[in-house]
């Protein structure tokens, strides 16, 4: 942190600042300038103590000049990070996943398993438990959808990524899922986040669809600190005043999480769009800025849905649509996973 006192300051009050900083146990270090003083510390692990520094007299602000995320950060660890999940190594390429919102019924889901299986996609999405923003919606299948999801993965070898809604049910869907979906609703659910931080499993974590790229990144520090060193992170859209997708599929956020972060980044340009009909630009346009995957709601009837159909490709859009992300992977030099 950096507190920068005000012109006016006089010497008693920035010796008063640091004597303050000293009593947290802090360094400070006087910096004059021409204008005004300034005081670094150093030795806080965190902005601890800003509140209290900015209430006294001749303070006018104190900055973080360190980011709260350290785990998660490029800065501790250069290297991109890659982990190798059921046939495919997220962070080494572009890596699908793809499936329907929800998981309906046995025949649908291993339908739908098939049909990705044959074109060479190792994970499938599939929510068992949905968290619907109307209690009378459709809420999923529940334990018998995570019955149907180990059924299918035995039957297919297909890796499943699917949605821990709360704390309750964590210990069940980790002994099916491949990857943890954390949805966006959930983003700062700190109880869920610190109880899948010891899970086995690697953590998806959908950025909240009201959060700033720090309290993202914080929230997967969450997951590292806790123990979790396996965390993706996909953007699927924020709030913002436009309606004309459900919400705003950020795409400038990968260079910016690529910068600042070694964690993997997807794209999920179902919820980001909304509508099937935009969902193939955005594929594409992801794999350009250089996000590591997407991840696809895809329906064998979309009409049939019971959830999120309006978004969701059949099965003809989603191989169409494969078929261009591949020339398009050659010219980038990314593998397709
Ligand atoms: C989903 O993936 O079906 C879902 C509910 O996503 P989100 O949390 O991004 O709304
Ligand atoms: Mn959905």
Redesign the pocket.
């Known amino acids: 942190m950096l507190v920068v006192m005000n012109a006016s300051a006089t010497r008693e009050q920035i010796d008063a600042v640091a004597a303050r900083i000293r009593q947290f146990g802090y360094e400070p270090h006087v910096i004059p300038g021409a204008t005004r003083t300034a005081i670094g510390i150093t030795g806080n692990r965190g902005p601890e103590g800003r509140d209290v520094l900015v209430m006294l007299p001749g303070v006018e602000d104190v900055v973080r000049v360190t980011a709260g995320y350290k785990l998660v950060s490029r800065e501790t660890h250069t290297e991109a990070s890659v982990f190798s999940i059921a046939g495919t190594r997220v962070g080494d390429g572009f890596t699908l996943i793809a499936g329907p919102?929800?998981v309906e019924s046995e025949s649908m889901t291993i339908e739908s398993a098939r049909f990705l299986r044959g074109l060479g996609v190792n994970l499938m999405r599939a929510?068992a438990f949905k968290p619907r923003t109307s209690p009378y919606a459709f809420q999923g299948l529940g334990d018998e959808g995570l019955r149907i999801l180990a059924k299918v993965k035995q039957e297919t070898g297909i890796g499943i990524v699917t949605e821990v809604l709360d704390v309750e049910n964590a210990a069940a869907v980790e002994e099916v899922a491949d990857v943890l979906q954390v949805g966006t609703r959930n983003m700062q659910n700190y109880a869920l986040l610190r109880r899948l931080s010891r899970a086995s499993k690697p953590v998806l974590l959908k950025r909240g669809m009201a959060a700033t790229v720090e309290e993202w990144l914080l929230a997967a520090e969450y997951l590292m600190a806790g123990g979790n060193r396996q965390v993706i992170l996909c953007e699927r859209g924020v709030r913002t005043f436009a309606d004309h997708t459900r919400n705003t599929l950020d795409l400038s956020i990968i260079p910016v999480v690529k910068h600042l972060s070694h964690l993997p980044v997807i794209i999920d340009p179902?919820?980001g769009t909304g509508r099937a009909e935009y969902v193939p630009a955005m594929s594409r346009a992801a794999l350009a800025a250089g996000a590591d995957g997407l991840i696809v709601?895809v329906h064998p009837r979309p009409r049939e849905a019971l959830?999120?159909g309006q978004?969701s490709l059949d099965f003809a859009t989603f191989e169409r649509m494969y078929a261009t992300l591949k020339p398009l992977a050659r010219v980038l030099d990314v593998e397709l996973l």
Do not use: I, K, L, M
Request: charge should be negative; hydrophobic fraction near 10%; glycine fraction near 12%.
């Open positions: 919102c929800a929510g179902s919820h709601e959830s999120d978004q």
